[in-house]
């Protein structure tokens, strides 16, 4: 667990990129380059406080279902920060993962991903999963398929056995999950993982979350008694 924080893994839901461009006038678009640069801000403070893991819900495979234009971009996005950061995010000690259905990706994103991972595999500052074309239920459904395509005996399927086929093996479960923007609901984000993760819902829509706001969570979090069903 950090030394500095309580908190070894944060996971973040970044809602509101959108309503935060609308609210200002803005075209929808400004609202997500704003978003990822938020994203990538909040990784660096992440990094800097001794949080081990950071997950971030960048895309939902839900997200597909919105307009190509809108897609079209956040793919760009994704381009960006898989590619022209990557140096940035390699020097700060950060390992990248995506998890999610990639094989949905284009194949150059798919490639920079692949790039992105191999160049970053030894770094051990702070974990960057960034959920890409994810959804927790499809998870599941893909770690239930992995499993009968071994023929593994339901015997010896445990928890601990499951976990090794999600997208996240080999990642501590998230304690503290934040969804940003005023909505209450996890939106199929980390399922399996969330279990006993401690849940902070916040009204600032993604783009304003201030590392004040980190801060706060991380107090409120130290408060808390966990005791995991005991």
Known sequence: MSQNTGIRHIALIMDGNRRWAKKRGLPTLSGHKRGYDKMKEVAKWCADLGIEILTV?????????????????????????????????????????????????????????????ERTKGNKKLLFQ?????????????AVKKIAAEKIPSAKITGELFEKYLWTAGAADPDAIVRT??????????????VYAELFFIKKHWPDFSRRDLSGIIKKFNQRQRRFGK
Request: no cysteine; proline share 1%; glycine share 6%.
């Open 57 to 117: 819900y960048a895309f939902s495979s839900e997200n597909w279902n919105r307009s190509k234009a809108e897609v079209s971009y956040l793919m760009n996005l994704f381009r960006q920060v898989l590619k022209n950061d990557l140096a940035e995010i390699d020097r700060r000690g950060i390992r990248v993962k995506v998890i999610g259905q990639t094989e949905r990706l284009p194949a150059d994103i798919q490639q920079l991903i692949k790039d992105a991972e």
């Open 181 to 194: 923007s005023g909505e209450y609901r996890l939106s199929n984000f980390l399922t399996w993982q969330s």
């Open 130 to 142: 960034i959920a890409i074309s994810y959804g927790g239920r499809q998870e599941i459904i893909a």
